[in-house]
């Protein structure tokens, strides 16, 4: 080989690590580039006396002050956006008595994430039984939680099942919006046969993509048209209804 055709080689090489470099530097800033929760909702959640509320970068424990049941639900947060974000919409399972831990997912989006169920459910050691959950893409990570003896059940907000669940014993609560524009109903529908038979499929009527936490705009989402009060009233009758 002659020296120019070495040089060559040695040039192409050294760009492409470069676009690499690049690359996975553009990645890491998008993924890191979050939706943050919306100031009021937390503060409800934060002032309510029936709620013990423990809050890092990377996780939520929200867990009953009294009467908790033992039971308990890993709640893993939609792409790029911020697990307080959803605090709010879940603190009447807490009110309850169920125990929520909400997950930020490694790099912020659910498919990434590699840890085991057990390095959340950790986090709260005085539950006893667990049910698996998620929004959007943290849905889609949280239905390969599911698919494990330890899992009692599984909730999906504007998500569906990757995985093949419906020969499964689990109890399933499917939460979707009628004005979601990501995950539209017609989506919802179609992955329905991933889910057991018995699965509880509710359509929120007004709800878009965006109304299942508390983030602001979400882009190529819908309308929105229901209360932020009257969406936490429906994620909360519908769950605990299901669950118990």
């Known amino acids: 080989m002659t020296s120019r055709r070495r040089g060559a080689l040695r040039a192409t090489a050294a760009v492409l690590v470069a676009a690499i470099v690049v690359g996975a530097s553009g990645f890491l800033v998008y993924a890191n580039v979050t939706s943050a929760a919306e100031r009021e909702p937390l503060a409800e959640v934060a002032d309510d006396p029936a709620i013990s509320l423990d809050y890092s970068r990377d996780s939520v424990v929200m867990a009953?002050?009294?009467?908790?049941?033992?039971?308990?639900?890993?709640?893993?947060?939609?792409?790029?956006?911020?697990?307080?974000?959803y605090a709010y919409k879940l603190s009447g399972l807490v009110d309850a008595g169920y125990t929520v831990v909400i997950v930020?997912?490694?790099?912020?989006?659910?498919?990434?994430?590699?840890?085991?169920?057990?390095?959340?459910?950790?986090?709260?050691?005085?539950?006893?039984?667990?049910?698996?959950?998620?929004?959007?893409?943290?849905?889609?990570?949280?239905?390969?939680?599911?698919?494990?003896p330890d899992v009692k059940g599984l909730v999906l907000f504007g998500s569906y099942c990757a995985n093949d669940l419906s020969d499964s014993e689990l109890t399933?609560?499917?939460?979707?919006?009628?004005?979601?524009?990501?995950?539209?109903?017609?989506?919802?529908?179609?992955?329905?046969?991933?889910?057991?038979?018995?699965?509880?499929?509710?359509?929120?009527?007004?709800?878009?993509?965006?109304?299942?936490?508390?983030?602001?705009?979400?882009?190529?989402d819908g309308d929105s048209s229901i209360d932020d009060s009257d969406m936490r009233d429906i994620i909360t009758d519908t769950i605990t209804g299901a669950l118990q």
């Open 64 to 85: 009953p002050t009294s009467d908790a049941n033992g039971e308990g639900l890993v709640f893993i947060a939609g792409a790029k956006i911020e697990p307080v974000a």
């Open 104 to 148: 930020r997912p490694f790099l912020n989006f659910g498919l990434f994430e590699t840890r085991p169920l057990s390095a959340f459910t950790s986090l709260a050691p005085d539950v006893s039984d667990w049910f698996v959950g998620g929004h959007s893409l943290g849905g889609v990570k949280a239905c390969m939680y599911a698919d494990s």
């Open 172 to 220: 399933v609560v499917s939460l979707s919006g009628s004005a979601d524009g990501l995950s539209t109903p017609a989506k919802i529908d179609a992955n329905a046969k991933a889910l057991p038979a018995d699965t509880t499929f509710v359509e929120i009527e007004g709800a878009n993509h965006a109304a299942f936490g508390d983030y602001g705009l979400q882009a190529g």
